[in-house]
Structure formats: structure tokens, C-alpha cells
């Protein structure tokens, strides 16, 4: 909520109450009214770790909202204008019928007001009265990093739990507060999680719309829930039987007494709920005579008029004040008669003086209203718009010390950034499988009308930490898994027992099924069977079965997989010293292969080929001296010249292997032939397996276009000139359909192709990618590979590739309960038909994502299931089947919907149906189709789920407040907008690379994490607290950190004192720190081991090896390293996120109106 949102009072809550203890009601001018004690606490800025925030009751739905670009505000009858998560206003047409503005009032001088658009004929809130009211001095004391919120009034608290029939009526009143939680009545876990299961739903966030009120969650104002407009309760009704208020405008204020701020647009309570504090009903009282009404605030321009509120803390609150700023209140300023109280934080500098405004404060209330000089413009301050660190940091304070249980239907689990256990008790963890929305409209026209995509992001082999247990292998003999009947789904814990057990019903279908007299048991009193806890698949979300031969290609056991090394040794190879190094690493890496669990060694079987423009197989026969090379020169028709002797056993082989690694480099040392080929590369690797009657992967190390005559060869196609045009998407698309069809042959086979790339220059991997794509394999790219730099990110990233967990031939089939299924997806995968998707290998970093559709009707009482079964080859040649199940809820209610989505998910879901887009559409069409969705997601939200208020204010549901930021970084990634440095190569790397990343990877992709290293505690294992990705966070007297994945820069301000730069670099200046460092030095110093330590764990969360850049300030590199901040403007032309979010409700009050 924006924090400086003034609480735009609603009937109910206009009258000041007695003072409650503890709370501090200034007079005016700040002296505490008689009679009431000071409160010991300072401005509430945020909820603190471990404080619980009680739920809203039923009927809320959390939104949010953000300054806006002032717009005209009238509201009418709908008198609460903020909604939670309220933006300000942007720059709308008057609401018809609002009353005219006053005329004559004007800022006051000294407060900055601003929008990019002007205000033009601002009217905020009602007329003002004849006697325009004052404004405050300018010279204000303001608190920096608290709310600009007068807040000078307790009077708005409200108890929690649903409020008693006369509070839920005037808190009808106040839509604006549109608190997003229906479900509670317990306390949400604290803080915003993007979804606590659904009975306790969190309280809808908020940022301050101002200064420099840090972004806080709950802000320093959230106002009693108001009930959901669908309660059916008449806006315009009196508060309390008796007492009519005309159009139900706010009752005014008692003089001293200022409205309270609403935070981020919430309803006129400017205390947050905190636990332990219950918040008395407020009791309006009648105006008094003379007495103004005050209207709602909207859309003022950012005025540091309203100091922050003194105490806001709910109640005596235990403990100290949450994150906020100590020291005394600042005094607050009542609003006299006719004086609009003004909500700090509408986008957009005013044009000329402004309606409703009071004239500038000289120092004695002066009754008058003297128009003042209008402020200069002044920039949305991004400290009051939603904030990824707030929001990330809440969730794990909220969510991580937890575990996570999986019983319950339709749970949202914590962040992708938040640490916690899972204990699988029913449903899959969110380690294998996690949704955009855990709720799912019951109707497809709930569903269209949303726009938010139904999509699942299915890990199926994810690793999982060593305190989580590893799916249970059940071995049901001969007879294999029991199933369903009719639609073939595994059994699982959803199935129903009947007849004392001796039928199940399927709770995909509905069809009954015989139970197997060997799998036949009783069920007890609850109809359960009796040995549910001891079979996994009736109590677990996840388990694997023993495949039978049937489920196995031509009825026949497979034989354990191979993995063939395939080395270019062309001249680029063999100069930059690549050939030596991969000889050597692979010498000892043939020992770390990956096997089963308790097996000696490892089943799999290995084999060598090295090619330039011809092929040369090995043979490395245990029994043979030397080894022996074969040339097949004849690449148009490619054939393996040897079978025997050609896939050994390690072990076996070991001293012939050995000889074989140390002879390559010698053999090419003086090669001149710079062509390669690549498909006949492929093909040799295919006809291996196929011959040895095995699955496998070919390691490919690759370094040029293949120009040499053979089939597949590649010219080069590059060409910056189409970029923008309707040409673009040749670059992402194969320049032929060879590799298409040797990928099917390969996904045939179970052959997977890994391909790490060494280029100088153009490579094309859009097509040389396909047959890896297809085939569920992984790409590396080194560009301008050199030994000294880039040795230890390639061997990190071999090592890796090779002792991964991979399940060779896999099929994927995932099937839905009645009313659903799976229509579309996304991944590195071949599909043969419309259900079953296929993968030579599937390794546990790999994705696989898919949407659904409805194609009935669901019901709320039954909820939807998915389940996802993969049939796969294990590393040791075992056959097996991995089930994942997960229920999610239905609703027939937009707000449950937007309750329970996720939105590192739904980006991830967005980035790949954008990047795929990209094959087919012009890239402009593919970022204004992302646009307008989301601006559709958000529009229906406001209009369905938000309580009415103002056009001119933004407001997005909590769970979704960050889709702004998040999604204007996958439009300005370097696929859909790319910078001048950036090649196509890059571009068709990174399409294929997010397309099978999981949520964690997109997540930390699109929104890179920036630590500042000089504030880490060197005494501490913990990482230094990360900050926004902005460049104004940055200080030049500091060094920080930025991961996003790939690569890790070091960025090292110019201020630096060089007592750091002596302990992390071992030199004495900052212009000594040379930045073609790879590795940072190891000095035996506190802070050095510090920033190892935490450039290490940030290492091992990651699939890849991220490359160590050095970016010195004002070098540059730093153009680079900037490109990673994403809130602010790109060199490409994507907009900063203040920007952007405007462009955003712009978009939302076109589909609006």
C-alpha cells in the first residue's frame, strides 16, 4: 500500500476516537492531545521478521496500489478511493459527476510535486469549502524512510477477525482498502508471502507512494479491511441506523484531527494490523457544525507536506517498532475546513497551481488562500513502488523456518528464494512442480476473463537437498503399477476405495477398477485403506515404480546407457589449447560418472571420437597395447568402422583410455585444417547407439560453422540489419530442416547431445542447437574462449554436465482430472504427438512446462489434480517410472484466483511463450502481445476484485504486485530487446537456455541479485542483505556483487578505501585492480575468505558455472555490468521500472474505459 497515501476517511471512520493508550494523537502542530500517552514507538515502516499479520476477514482481496500520474479524482459515491496496493493517480477524465474544484488553491512552495503528464484540471476529492484549508509549513521535519502520511488520528482501528455487521457496513464504505485476503481467520503467516495456504491468506502489501519511505509490505497504514463489495452491502448506506451522511462522503474530522493516511491507497485506518494488537471498532460522530467535510485524497502530486505518522503500531505492541524510525513523532496537521488532505505520490508534475490545494503555510493559519509558486517537478520516488528485495525478504522471514507440508489442496508454497524443508505428505513438492495459480477458475470463461495462463513448471528429476527424502522405489513384481482402467492414470492418493476395498474409483475419470487380488486390502473406519501410511504411492505426492517389460522399447530390458566424447580438433582447437585440456580433465572425470546409489561403479560405458572435416573412431579394447584410430573420411554417408572395442568399461580399459588422452593433443598438435563438419558428428554418435542396442549422450566440443562439404553444412547467415524488421525471426529459426530430422532420429534412440561451443566468431546456434533442443540436452557457450579465463568455468561446467542425474528415452505424459488438460508446452523436447513428450535424456536441471485449458466445468468441492508420470531409463539401465501428483483448488471467485498465484511462475511461464514466439512473429508483435496481457490480467483484476475507486489509481493484487517489474525485465532481455553488443549466437543461446530453465533460474535471470559485499559480516555464514538492481543504490565508496545465473560481477566504486582493495585484490590502488581477473586471489584476510566464501555458495545454487567478471567504475566493462541493473533505462531502450509501471496503468485505463 502506498504508505503516503492519505487514508481518505469513510464515513465510519472520519471521527477521531478517544485516544487509545499507547498511541500518540497529535494536535495541531504535534502536541499530544491531552490525556493521551506518547507512544514509545516510532513510524512503522515494514513488518519485522517473526511478527505475524492477522488475516483480514473474509471477503478482502489484497491489491495493490502505486502512485500514479495525478489524474483528476472525484469520487462519489465510492468513498473510500485507496485501494490497497494503490498507486496514486494517473492523469484520468473526471469521474462524471464530480463536483467542480475549488478554485484558487495552490501548492505550497517547497513541495515537490510530479508526472510526467501534468495534472492538468486536478481535482482531488471533493470541492473544498469556502475557507480553503492550510497547508503546512514547508519546512516540515520529515523522517527520511518513513511514509509521508499525516497521521494524526487513531481513530480508525478495527478489530480483526470479521468485524462485527456495523464495522463490515462502514468498511464498505471505505473500498479503497480492499485488504486481498477472502479465506482467514487466523494470522497469515507474516508478511507477504505470494501465497500462505489458503486459510490464511496475507494482507494485501503496500508501498509508500512517496519520498523516501522505504518500500514497506504492510505500510505504515493498513486500514481495517473492508468487506468484499460482493457482500452485497449498499455503498451508500449510513454507517449506523440513524445517522445519514449525504453520498456517504466522509464524515469530517474533528478539528485536530487529521484523516488518517491510507496506506497504498487502504482504507482510512492508518495503523497496521499487528499481532497481539486488537483493533477497537471506530464509532463515527456526527459533523460538527461549520465543520467541512474532507473528501477522499487522490492524486497529489508528491507533496512533503504530510509528515510521517508518529506512532503507528496497533495497540501496545511487544517489542520494539518494526524496521521503523526511532526518535518523536513529527507533528501532524489537521485539516480545516475545506482543505483536501493530499496523498503524496501521484506520478507527474502539475501544470500551473492546483484545485483544492491550500494556499502555501507562512507560519500563522491563515484562512485564506494564497496561491503559492508551483514545485518544481520532481521524479516517482521508486523507493514507494513495489520492491522484489521487500517482497523476497518478507517471504523469507515469514515462510523459511517452516517446513513446508504438502497436505493440503491448493497450497502456494513459499519463494524460490526462500529457504525450507518440504515434507511431502500428498502432493508433489514445489521442488518438482509449481503452478501460476493454485486456485483454478471452475469455468473457462472465469479463466479468459482473467488472462492468467494455467500453466505448471514440472521438474520431474529436480535434486533435492540432503534433508529431504528421494522418491520411494516400489516394486510391484510381474504385474507392474497398479492403474486405472480406462484413462491409464498411476495409483496415487487421490484414488477412492469402494466396496470394502475391492474396486477404485478414478479420481482423474471417474472410472471404477478392479483392485489386483495381490494388491487387495481392507480399509478402516474412515474408508482409508489400512496400510495407507506403508505404500507411497496411496500417502506420498511423489514415488517411482519398477517398470515392467512392457513399458520397455521392442518388450525388451534395456542395456545400460553410453556417453561418447566427441572432440573438434581443428586448428582453433588445438591453438587455444582446448584439446590438452579436455584430454586431461577427462582422464580423471571418467571416474566420477554417474551411477546407482549403492553400485561399486558405474554402468556406463565410453567411447571417443575426435573429427575435423573427417571423422577418427578409437578402438580403446581393454585387451590392446595401444589404442587404434579409424578414419571415416567418407562424411556423406557416415558409418561406424568398429563395434567391438569402440564402448568400453572404464575400468576395464583404463590404461589403453589413459594413452588414448595423452596421444590426441600430440597427434593434431600441427594441424592446419580449419574447416569442421557437425551433422556427420551426430549422425556417427546415433549409429554408435544404435549398434551397441544402448541409450546415451554425446559430449560435442565444438568450435566454428561447419562450412566443410558434408551433410548439414551451414553458411553464415548473420545479419544485425534485420533486427526490427519482419525478418527477425529467421535469425531464431534452423537455416535448414536437416537437423529437425536428425533430432527425430535421435530422440528414436535415446541418443542426447550436449554441445559445448568454443566460438570466435559466428556460429549459428539456432540451428546447430536444434538436434541438443530436441533432444532434452544442455548447450555452453564460451565466446573468445581463452585458457587463463575461462578454463575453471568450462571444467566446473563439464564436471557438472557429466556426474548430473539423467534418465535416458524418456516419455512424459501428464494427465488431469476431468475438466482440464494439457494443450501446450514448453521445453528441450520432441513431440511425436499431442500428449506425450519425448526426451533422449531429461537431467535434473531440465523443465518441462505446460499449460492448461478447460474443456468442461470444475467444481469447487472437487478441486483439479494433474499428475505427471515419466518413464525413464535409469543411469544403471532400470527401467522406472517417476509419479508426481498435485491437487490444486477451484473457485468460482476472480479474487481467490488472484489470491493464489504465483509470479516468479507465471514469469517463467511468460518468458517461454514469449521466447517461443519469437520463431514465428515479429519481436515487437511478442512484446505487445506480453503487455497486453498482463495489463489484461491486471484491468480484470481491478475491475472485478478491487473495491471501486478512482481510474487514476494503479492497483494490483499482492501476490502480483511485482508482474510490473518482473515482466519489463523479460522485455528488455536481450532476446526481445537487444542491445548493439549483443550477437544473434547470443541471442538463439539464451531463447534456448530460458526455455528449460526452472523458477528459480528465471527468477534470478530476469532479476539479477545484487549484494553489497562491503556490508557482509565477516564473522557470519549469512550473505550480506541483497538491495535493489538500480544504479542510484549504488555508492562509489563500496563494492558489490551481481549474479544472475551466467555471470558474477564484482563492481568496485571508485571511493574504495584501499584498505578493502589491498584484502580482496592484493594491490595497493584502485587503479591497479586489473579486471581480466577470472578468480579472485586467495589472501589469508577476513574479508577476502568472506567474499570467496559467498561468491563460492552462490556457485553451487546455480546449474552452471557462473563467469567472474571485475567491473571498476567508470571502465568499460561497467556499460556491461549496467545492462544488469533492470530498474533503471536500458542503452537498448527498455524503460526503468518507474517508467514502465506508468506505461502499465496507462495500458490498464485504456481496457478499462
Not at 484520468?92 to 467542480?100: D, K, L, M, S, V
Not at 449506523?240 to 484523516?259: D, E, H, K, N
Not at 504438502?406 to 526462500?418: A, D, F, I, K
Not at 554425446?698 to 553464415?716: C, D, M, Q, R, V
Amino acid at each position: 500500500m502506498s504508505v503516503n497515501q492519505q487514508a481518505h476517511t469513510g464515513p465510519p471512520y472520519g471521527q477521531p476516537q478517544p485516544g487509545y493508550p499507547g498511541y500518540q494523537q497529535p494536535a495541531y502542530g504535534g502536541q499530544p492531545l491531552p490525556g493521551v500517552p506518547q507512544s514509545q514507538y516510532g513510524a512503522y515502516n515494514g513488518p519485522m521478521p517473526g511478527y505475524q499479520q492477522p488475516a483480514p476477514p473474509q471477503g478482502y482481496f489484497p491489491s495493490l496500489g502505486f502512485p500514479s500520474k495525478g489524474s483528476p479524482v472525484s469520487l462519489n459515491s465510492d468513498t473510500s478511493s485507496l485501494a490497497p496496493n494503490f498507486i496514486g493517480s494517473l492523469r484520468a477524465p473526471p469521474t462524471p459527476g464530480a463536483p467542480p474544484p475549488a478554485s484558487g488553491a495552490s501548492l505550497p512552495s517547497g513541495h515537490v510535486a510530479y508526472s510526467q503528464f501534468g495534472h492538468g484540471d486536478v481535482q482531488n476529492g471533493i470541492p473544498a469549502s469556502a475557507a480553503p484549508m492550510q497547508r503546512p509549513p514547508a519546512s516540515q521535519p520529515f523522517l527520511p524512510g518513513s511514509a509521508l502520511t499525516p497521521v494524526s488520528q487513531t481513530s480508525t482501528f478495527q478489530q480483526y477477525g470479521p468485524p462485527p455487521a456495523s464495522v463490515q457496513q462502514l468498511s464498505n464504505h471505505m473500498t479503497g482498502m480492499t485488504i486481498g485476503s477472502t479465506t482467514a481467520s487466523g494470522p497469515p503467516p507474516a508478511g507477504l508471502g505470494y501465497g500462505p495456504p489458503t486459510s490464511v491468506p496475507p494482507v494485501s502489501g503496500s508501498f509508500s507512494a512517496t519520498g523516501s519511505g522505504l518500500y514497506t509490505p504492510y505500510t505504515a497504514s493498513q486500514g481495517p479491511p473492508p468487506t468484499s463489495m460482493s457482500q452485497g452491502l449498499p455503498l451508500a448506506q449510513p454507517p449506523f441506523p440513524g445517522q445519514p451522511i449525504s453520498t456517504q462522503r466522509l464524515p469530517t474530522q474533528v478539528p485536530g484531527f487529521a484523516p488518517p493516511p491510507s496506506s497504498t491507497g487502504i482504507g482510512p485506518s492508518s495503523y497496521p494490523p499487528t499481532t497481539g494488537a486488537p483493533r477497537p471498532p471506530t464509532m463515527p460522530g456526527p459533523p460538527l457544525p461549520g465543520q467541512a467535510v474532507a473528501g477522499p485524497p487522490t492524486s497529489q502530486p508528491n507533496h512533503v507536506s504530510s509528515p510521517p505518522p508518529p506512532s503507528t503500531m496497533a495497540g501496545p505492541h511487544p517489542g520494539p517498532p518494526m524496521s521503523g524510525l526511532h526518535g518523536p513523532p513529527p507533528p501532524t496537521h489537521p485539516p480545516q475546513p475545506g482543505y483536501q488532505m493530499q496523498q503524496n505520490g501521484s506520478f507527474g508534475q502539475v501544470r500551473g497551481p492546483q484545485p483544492n490545494y491550500g494556499g502555501a503555510y507562512p507560519g500563522t493559519p491563515n484562512y485564506g488562500s494564497q496561491p503559492g509558486p508551483p514545485p518544481p517537478p520532481k521524479r516517482l520516488d521508486p523507493d514507494s513502488i513495489p520492491s522484489p528485495i521487500q517482497v523476497i525478504e518478507d517471504d523469507r522471514s515469514n515462510r523459511g523456518s517452516e517446513p513446508f507440508v504438502t497436505g493440503v489442496r491448493g497450497q502456494v508454497p513459499p519463494l524460490v528464494t526462500t529457504n525450507f524443508l518440504v515434507k511431502d505428505q500428498g502432493n508433489a513438492s514445489p521442488r518438482y512442480i509449481r503452478c501460476t495459480s493454485y486456485n483454478i477458475p471452475c469455468t473457462s470463461d472465469m479463466a479468459k476473463q482473467s488472462q492468467v495462463p494455467l500453466a505448471a513448471v514440472i521438474k520431474p528429476l529436480a535434486t533435492l537437498p540432503p534433508e529431504e527424502t528421494l522418491p520411494y522405489l516400489v516394486d510391484h513384481g510381474e504385474s507392474g503399477p497398479v492403474r486405472c482402467n480406462r484413462c491409464k492414470a498411476y495409483m496415487c492418493p487421490f484414488m477412492q476405495f469402494i466396496e470394502g476395498g475391492r474396486r477404485f474409483q478414478c479420481c482423474f475419470c471417474s472410472c471404477v477398477t478392479e483392485v489386483p487380488p495381490h494388491y487387495f486390502q481392507h480399509l478402516d473406519h474412515t474408508g482409508k485403506r489400512v496400510d495407507f501410511y506403508d505404500r507411497p504411492e496411496l500417502s506420498l505426492g511423489s514415488y517411482e515404480f519398477l517398470a515392467t517389460v512392457d513399458y520397455c522399447k521392442n518388450n525388451k530390458f534395456p542395456s545400460p546407457p553410453a556417453f561418447i566424447f566427441m572432440i573438434d580438433v581443428s586448428y582453433n582447437a588445438v591453438k587455444s589449447g582446448l584439446v590438452r585440456l579436455i584430454c586431461e580433465e577427462l582422464k580423471s572425470l571418467l571416474d566420477y560418472l554417474p551411477r546407482e546409489g549403492n553400485m561399486e561403479e558405474s554402468a556406463i560405458r565410453v567411447g571417443f571420437v575426435t573429427y575435423n572435416k573427417v571423422l577418427h573412431f578409437y578402438n580403446v579394447k581393454s585387451s590392446l597395447a595401444q589404442p587404434q584410430m579409424m578414419v571415416v573420411s567418407d562424411v556423406a554417408d557416415m558409418f561406424v568402422p568398429l563395434l567391438d572395442g569402440f564402448l568400453v568399461n572404464v575400468n576395464e580399459s583404463r590404461t589403453v583410455i589413459a594413452s588414448l588422452l595423452d596421444q590426441i593433443p600430440e597427434m593434431f598438435a600441427d594441424t592446419r585444417e580449419t574447416e569442421t563438419v557437425f551433422a556427420p558428428v551426430i549422425q556417427a554418435g546415433l549409429e554408435a547407439l544404435k549398434a551397441a542396442e544402448c541409450a546415451g549422450k554425446l559430449f560435442i566440443f565444438h568450435t566454428s560453422l561447419p562450412i566443410a562439404e558434408a551433410p548439414g553444412k551451414l553458411k553464415n547467415r548473420d545479419d544485425k540489419k534485420l533486427i526490427n524488421t519482419d525478418k527477425e525471426k529467421t535469425l531464431f529459426q534452423p537455416q535448414t530442416s536437416f537437423y529437425n530430422n536428425l533430432a527425430k532420429d535421435c530422440v528414436a534412440q535415446g541418443c542426447c547431445v550436449d554441445l559445448f561451443l568454443f566460438p570466435n566468431q559466428y556460429l549459428d546456434v539456432a540451428t546447430l542447437g536444434v538436434v541438443t533442443y530436441q533432444t532434452g540436452g544442455s548447450i555452453y557457450k564460451y565466446a573468445y574462449f581463452q585458457l587463463e579465463t575461462d578454463q575453471d568455468r568450462f571444467l566446473n561446467d563439464l564436471r557438472r554436465d557429466v556426474q548430473k542425474e539423467v534418465g535416458f528415452d524418456a516419455v512424459m505424459r501428464v494427465r488431469t482430472s476431468t475438466g482440464i488438460r494439457a494443450t501446450d508446452f514448453f521445453g528441450a523436447f520432441y513431440m511425436s504427438n499431442t500428449t506425450d513428450v519425448e526426451m533422449a535424456g531429461l537431467d535434473c536441471d531440465k523443465t518441462i512446462t505446460v499449460e492448461f485449458k478447460h474443456d468442461d466445468k470444475l467444481s469447487e468441492d472437487s478441486g483439479a489434480l494433474l499428475q505427471c508420470a515419466l518413464l525413464y531409463t535409469s543411469c544403471a539401465g532400470q527401467r522406472r517410472l517417476r509419479i508426481h501428483n498435485l491437487s490444486l483448488n477451484c473457485c468460482t471467485q476472480l479474487a481467490d484466483l488472484y489470491r493464489n498465484c504465483e509470479t516468479d511462475t507465471l514469469i517463467n511461464y511468460l518468458a517461454k511463450y514469449a521466447y517461443r514466439g519469437v520463431l514465428g512473429s515479429p519481436v515487437k508483435t511478442v512484446r505487445d502481445a506480453l503487455i497486453n496481457q498482463c495489463a489484461q490480467i491486471l484491468a480484470c483484476y481491478r475491475k472485478n476484485c478491487a473495491s471501486p475507486s478512482s481510474a487514476g489509481q494503479l492497483i494490483l493484487p499482492e501476490c502480483m504486485k511485482l508482474l510490473p517489474v518482473y515482466l519489463n525485465c523479460v522485455l528488455k532481455s536481450d532476446v526481445l530487446q537487444p542491445g548493439p553488443e549483443v550477437t544473434t549466437d547470443d541471442r538463439a543461446y539464451i531463447r534456448q537456455l530460458v526455455t528449460s530453465m526452472d523458477v528459480a533460474e528465471t527468477n534470478v535471470f530476469f532479476y539479477p541479485r545484487l549484494l553489497p559485499l562491503t556490508k557482509a559480516d565477516v564473522d557470519s555464514d549469512a550473505l550480506p542483505a541483497a538491495i535493489r538492481n538500480s544504479e542510484e543504490r549504488l555508492s562509489k565508496g563500496d563494492i558489490y556483487l551481481l549474479e544472475n545465473g551466467l555471470n558474477i560481477f564484482v563492481w568496485v566504486g571508485v571511493n574504495v578505501q584501499q584498505g578493502l582493495i589491498q584484502n580482496l585484490f592484493g594491490v595497493s590502488s584502485f587503479s591497479q585492480i586489473s579486471n581480466t581477473l577470472s578468480t579472485l586471489p586467495v589472501l589469508e584476510n577476513p574479508f577476502s575468505k568472506k567474499v570467496r566464501s559467498v561468491v563460492d555458495m552462490l556457485q553451487v545454487q546455480r546449474s552452471r558455472y557462473m563467469k567472474l567478471i571485475i567491473v571498476k567504475q567508470e571502465d568499460k566493462l561497467e556499460m556491461l555490468f549496467k545492462h544488469f541493473l533492470v530498474e533503471d533505462k536500458s542503452l537498448s531502450g527498455g524503460a526503468s521500472y518507474v517508467d514502465f509501471l506508468c506505461h502499465m496503468h496507462k495500458e490498464i485505463r485504456q481496457l478499462l474505459s
